[in-house]
T-cell receptor, first 112, second 112 residues
Framework: KAGVTQTPRYLIKTRGQQVTLSCSPISGHRSVSWYQQTPGQGLQFLFEYFSETQRNKGNFPGRFSGRQFSNSRSEMNVSTLELGDSALYLC???????????FGDGTRLSIL | KQEVTQIPAALSVPEGENLVLNCSFTDSAIYNLQWFRQDPGKGLTSLLLIQSSQREQTSGRLNASLDKSSGRSTLYIAASQPGDSATYLCAVPAGGYQKVTFGIGTKLQVIP
């Protein structure tokens, strides 16, 4: 059974650009959550999707957005990139909300 | 607002030692607590999930305990091995949704 797949693994962008990250959950999993991990702040919750609906959102500016498709795949978008957006972005899936999460290996985003 | 603290931030031990990692949380109204392992440049691997009704969970050389009333959990690793070297994070759901609060983690190094 394939795990959570995140693409791309690495990404380099410049300030002001926008980026889209993709997450394919484990087959059958319908809940997808996104997290940002930085050395200073640790892991911070971005948002959670279930059945194409955003159930919860963390304390991030509106430049961070996401969506979930009918096949449970999810994307997150960050617009007007800032240097501080450099981080490892992790996606986690679970069968349904409030069940144990399984994480992908993340997308390493670097902003120059 | 749930806050999660992990002590120590880093730990270096010789191979074969038994060790304890600590996690404390401020809001005891949790329904589970999860311990994860993260290898450098990788995502998180779930180690143990303790439901609020449980006091401990065991998996191989790992044992996690939960004391909701005092807001504490410990992860006990028996007979440590160099392959145990990683960062260990505890995570607590905040509220009834999958908005999860993570500790910063304990970076463990087991020296051969």
């Amino acid at each position: 059974k394939a795990g959570v797949t995140q693409t791309p693994r690495y990404l380099i962008k410049t300030r002001g650009q926008q980026v889209t990250l993709s997450c394919s959950p484990i087959s059958g999993h319908r809940s997808v959550s996104w997290y940002q991990q930085t050395p200073g702040q640790g892991l911070q919750f971005l948002f959670e999707y279930f059945s194409e609906t955003q159930r919860n959102k963390g304390n991030f500016p509106g430049r961070f957005s996401g969506r979930q498709f009918s096949n449970s795949r999810s994307e997150m978008n960050v617009s007007t990139l800032e240097l501080g957006d450099s981080a490892l972005y992790l996606c986690a899936s679970s069968l349904v909300p409030d069940q144990p999460q399984h994480f992908g290996d993340g997308t390493r985003l670097s902003i120059l | 607002k749930q806050e999660v603290t992990q002590i120590p931030a880093a730990l270096s031990v010789p191979e074969g030692e038994n060790l304890v990692l600590n996690c404390s949380f401020t809001d005891s109204a949790i329904y589970n607590l999860q311990w994860f392992r993260q290898d450098p440049g990788k995502g998180l691997t779930s180690l143990l999930l303790i439901q609020s009704s449980q006091r401990e969970q065991t998996s191989g050389r790992l044992n996690a305990s939960l004391d909701k009333s005092s807001g504490r959990s410990t992860l006990y690793i028996a007979a440590s091995q160099p392959g145990d070297s990683a960062t260990y994070l505890c995570a607590v759901p905040a509220g009834g949704y999958q908005k999860v609060t993570f500790g910063i983690g304990t970076k463990l190094q087991v020296i051969p």
